[in-house]
């Protein structure tokens, strides 16, 4: 079945860019996800990518797809304690079904002043 | 934009209880899902629909129940609460299968 990994923590200081990085295993996905979690709330979608882009730029997030590898990462420039949060990777598959998403165990994002 | 709204915010069920916990969605999306999220897990689909009058199994559907009676409605029954069931419960909408989701803020469910 599909997988996608994330490191569980990163901290960067504040005004640093953070590079949130995550790896799939299903060569079929169609679209990829980035999902943003504050304390206590629900995820809040950020930006998404389609498969046969490689890159997505919105504001201070930039989102890089390595098809090749299976690779795909969120950017975050001059980071700010708003951003503390966790951040979730999800892909969907091209299977075409309607089982929702594959997510990642989630990046806890942690900004040192 | 209300989006999608689940209630109750916080429950404490007993071992053997069972309870409904209230999903709806103002969108007009056919696309409706219940996920649970455990620490460090991520979340796992419990169960989806895609339209009214229809439901399916996700990856983790023991001890769980749906029903989608009309589209902005996908309630989630437990009604044996188990431990094993403490968690936080997401219900979730989205178009179309392949469209972004959006959550809603969660159920913190504790079962002792």
């Known amino acids: 079945g599909e997988d996608v990994e994330q490191s569980l923590f990163l901290s960067v200081r504040e005004g640093d860019s953070s590079v949130i990085n995550c790896t799939y295993t299903d060569s079929s996905s169609t679209y990829l996800y980035w999902y943003k979690q504050e304390p206590g709330a629900g995820l809040q979608l950020l930006t998404y990518?389609?498969?046969?882009?490689d890159m997505k730029q919105d504001q201070r997030l930039t989102v890089l797809l390595n098809k090749k590898d299976k690779h795909l990462s969120l950017r975050i420039a001059d980071t700010q304690t708003g951003d503390s949060a966790i951040y979730f990777c999800?892909?969907?598959?091209?299977?075409?079904?309607?089982?929702?998403?594959?997510f990642g165990k989630g990046t806890h994002l942690i900004i040192q002043p | 934009n209300a989006g999608v709204t689940q209630t109750p915010k916080f429950r404490i069920l007993k071992i053997g209880q069972s309870m409904t916990l209230q999903c709806t969605q103002d969108?007009?999306?056919?696309?409706m899902y219940w996920y649970r999220q455990d620490p460090g897990m991520g979340l796992k689909l419990i169960y989806y629909s895609v339209g009214a009058g229809i439901t399916d199994k996700g990856e983790v559907p023991n001890g769980y129940n749906v029903s989608r009676s009309t589209t902005e409605d996908f309630p989630l029954r437990l009604e044996l609460a188990a431990p094993s069931q403490t968690s936080v419960y997401f219900c979730a909408s989205s178009v179309q299968g392949d469209s972004p989701l959006h959550f809603g803020n969660g159920t913190r469910l504790t079962v002792t």
């Open positions: 990518i389609f498969s046969n882009m």
């Open positions: 969108m007009n999306h056919n696309y």
């Open positions: 999800a892909e969907k598959d091209s299977g075409g079904g309607a089982d929702g998403l594959t």
